[in-house]
């Protein structure tokens, strides 16, 4: 070979270096698109320990263990109930590589603090699962069934504390308040705190500085087990594998209730960027890793894309204005 032609081989090659390097440091690899390199973000509307917390630290776990997508950086954004998180969403329009776990709560916080920040202004990308409110009291407290709640709480309605992780509006909110219906008490007379999510709610009810905890049973595992909180009641139409506890039904109170949660990206990105990612989800969902999440924690599958979702959260929008106007809460 010729020193010229040499010369040239080299040169190519070290072209070639260059631009592979280029572009694994932009998250491309050969024979693929690079999306599952993608850095991605995901914003979480509530405290650690929280159900949107719970859900969305599983769903990037689950994407990361499946090479699905590239490292998440999870950052939990504390306000008014999810409505502080979903404007930071809002405010990254185009942003194409940044989702938020919401879910009821959200819509609920919005509508009642009277937020222009509105679910309904995001895109939506999937919903991934449903999960059962509880009735949730200290190991020591006087309640051992619903029907010893319920008697303590018509006697007196300002005798009983209740907490939750959401705001007005959101599952933990309604859930008591449609209870107190149910049973006879006028909603406006329950005494109800709010918590910023699980986190917080578990410490208030260790503490006993509220009676009855409303939320979801998933984020009290630590806590069920070891003996310290017990549930009185499930709120689904049938019990849960994870929970030694009757569903309201089997309590003699005709009622059910059900909470959900999804995921969002921010407004104004791509069609093609707005399918990656539902698609990314859509292979998540089918993988054994996020099965075995949704069983551990007891929630119930109700995977929805598209067009599907898209209404299902006007309908959400709906629900939460009426309830609250039904109640006399607005």
Known sequence: MTPTRRSRRRAAT???????LLLSACG???????EANRRLSMYIPNSP?????????AAARVLEDADLSGRFEV??????????????LLNEKGVDDLVMSMGLGVVGATYTNESRARVSQATPIARLIEDQEALIVPKDSPFETVQDLVD????????????GGSSPGGPDHLFPMQLAKTVGIDPKQVKYIVYDGGGPLTSALLGKKIDVGTSGPSEFEGQLKDGSLRILAVSGEERLETVDAPTLKESGIDMTFVNWRGILAPPGISDESRQRLVEMFTEMHGTKGWKDA????GWIDSFATGEEFETFLTEQDERVETTLKELGLT
């Open 49 to 57: 320990g929280g159900g949107y917390d719970l859900t969305g630290r």
């Open 294 to 297: 949704v069983k551990r924690n």
């Open 28 to 34: 491309v690899t050969r024979g693929g698109d690079g």
């Open 152 to 163: 303590a709480w018509k006697a007196d309605p300002s005798s009983v504390t209740i907490g």
């Open 75 to 88: 950052t939990n954004v504390i306000g008014a109930g999810g409505t502080v998180a979903m404007q930071r």
């Open 14 to 20: 070290a072209v070639l270096v260059a631009v592979t």
